[in-house]
């Protein structure tokens, strides 16, 4: 096989399928179909990182079993190529409110169980400024620096249409004191981005967990939370996955774990409305059908209006999605 060979094809194909991160291209090697993982050119960052994508998946590899398996890390250019999983998206198989296949439940809770057991010895180290382990409060202050800096690093388009949407200056200000209050938890691998779109289902009814970029080391509440958050889970899913949690987490990481999960729903709620007032906006203003434009207008309104009791007392109410639509198209336009 050789790597760059295969990156150059895959790069000059059309139809890659996309996250907002990176391109992901199936071509043929040697011994048969490989995924080659490119960056998305100029992607804004709207999640934290932590490592490079290829380090942990070359370090969780013998951890836990349902991670793609990595054939080649290039740096210059920068590109991976992971194996190729036969089988369907879970998000095809059961979209958003429906119910999820018995064996992807199952197999979130063993995710979860793998993560809470691997070492920190095994990982990548953790840059010297990252919050201490256990230190709770200080990585969900971590996470509320993402929101604010997101809040606040558009240009004056952006920052008019925030403003005419009612998002408060500061979204973050009382998660700011929530946050003081977390209880102290031991730090595990997060996978950070548990969704319908980053589940295989294969034919043999095992899953694999994709795209490993958001990566991170902090409390083990917050991916139950951003996993819950994400999925949009039926009331009888969302039950199971919390007996699966609770039963695989350790004594010391169940310590007021509901008072952590509520907070960083919480958090998600916020973070969603402000990251989809960009993405939402941009759909919306280059929407060229007049009904789809209000439909992701309704969607907007109702990631706004989810955030709203999180934001301060004086927050001005949340617009209708009629409102929404003509901010946007007066700012984004």
Known sequence: MDPVA??????????????????NVRVEGDSGPVVVRMRSGGAEAMDLTLWPEADVLAAIAPLVPSAPRLVHAGADPDFQIHE??????VDDLSPDGKPLPEPVLDAIGTLFADL??????????VPPDWP??????????RLLALVRTIRHRGDASISALYDALGVPDDPCALLQTRAATLTARPFRLLHADIHRKNMILTDQNHVVFLDWELALWGDPVYDLADHLHKTSPTAADRAAVLEAWHRAAPPEC??????ALDYYLAYEAVKSAIVDTVRWGRRIATEPSAPARLALAHELATKLATAHPHWPADSRSVPTPEAVQAAVERWLG
């Open 116 to 125: 809470l057991r691997v070492p920190p010895h095994a990982l990548p180290p």
């Open 132 to 141: 201490r382990d256990g230190d709770t409060p200080a990585f969900a202050a």
């Open 254 to 259: 169940r310590e007021h774990w509901p008072e």
């Open 6 to 23: 295969l990156y150059e094809e895959a790069r000059a194909r059309e139809g890659a399928q996309s996250g907002h991160y990176n391109r």
């Open 84 to 89: 190729f999983v036969e089988g369907r998206r």
